[in-house]
């Protein structure tokens, strides 16, 4: 979790993606209930190969690349060699 200094609750500083803000709500609550937190916790949320992926609920990807390269944070991480079966 990253906290901008306007307040804003991120999953971290490399994923621009805002769940809330520190000033509204609680920290703890929205990285325990916001649907942004939630659904990159959830391995079958995942898109592309990364979705696909026996190995998604142990690695699940870089997030943040994801969303750098395609805008869409759930997308195949771009960077990983590995080619799922
Ligand atoms: S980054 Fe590669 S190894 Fe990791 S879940 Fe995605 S496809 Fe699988």
Do not use: N
């Amino acid at each position: 979790m990253f906290v901008s200094h306007c307040g804003e609750v991120m999953p971290s500083g490399f994923l621009p993606l805002a769940a809330g803000s520190v000033r509204r709500e609680s920290a703890v609550r929205l990285y325990r209930e916001a649907p942004l937190f939630r659904e990159l916790r959830d391995p079958d949320a995942l898109g592309g190969k990364c979705g696909r992926c026996e190995y998604r609920e142990i690695c699940g990807g870089s997030r943040a690349r994801a969303h750098a390269v395609s805008g869409d944070h759930l997308a195949a991480d771009p960077s990983c060699p590995y080619q799922p079966a």
